[in-house]
Structures are given as C-alpha cells and as structure tokens.
C-alpha cells in the first residue's frame, strides 16, 4: 500500500515541478538576454550597459524569487518599472527607444515558439 502511495504522489507531483523548471528556464533566458543585447537600458533616467542592467534585475528577481512564479511575473513585477520609483524601464535598441515590459515580452513569445513552450502561460 505505501509503494502504492508512493507511485501515486509521484504522478502528481512531477508535471508541477517541470512546470516550474520551465518557467525558471525562461526567466534564466531573459536574464542571459538581456545581459548580451546590444541596447542600452534606461532605469530612473540614468541609462546602463546590458550586463550591469541584467546583473540588477537578477538583484531585484532573487530578493521576491519565491513570489513570482513565471517569466510572465517577472517580466510585469521585476523587469519593467523600479519598484522604488515605479517609473517604467525603457531600453533604446538601433536608436528607437521602447518600453522594457514589451521587449520582453517579445521575446518571451519568441523563445517560447523557438523551446516549444508556447502553452506555458503566465499569471497576468
């Protein structure tokens, strides 16, 4: 009966924990693209490098890491304004400056396609 028990608890819960792990995956990949892009991020007004811009909000993501659950999350609650300011981050690629948030976003909806992980969706 315990080996029983023991399959049953394994069934169920596997497919949460590999949710999970993807999830963390596309956060790790925003993380790393950001760090090698080659826009500039604007935050409060002072623009910053890729990597010092990637290295920041990895800060701001391991201080909340049990909060947020998706890189959807991530990208609304960690990458797309200052939690202090709440002015929204902006990044300026190719000389046209867009939101952070919508960057983002894209390409989220881009990895997702490319690692077959477009039915992951995210708490909005």
Known sequence: ???????FFLCFSFPGNFTFAAENEEIEYLLSYIAVSDCIFIRNGTEHPPKEASEHLEMKYNHVKKRIKTADVFIKKIASKSSITRKKYQVLCKGEKFPTE???EQ???????S???QELKGEK
């Open 1 to 7: 009966m315990k080996y029983l028990l023991f399959i």
């Open 102 to 104: 919508q960057w983002l």
């Open 107 to 113: 390409a989220l909806a881009s990895y997702r396609i």
């Open 115 to 117: 690692a077959g992980h």
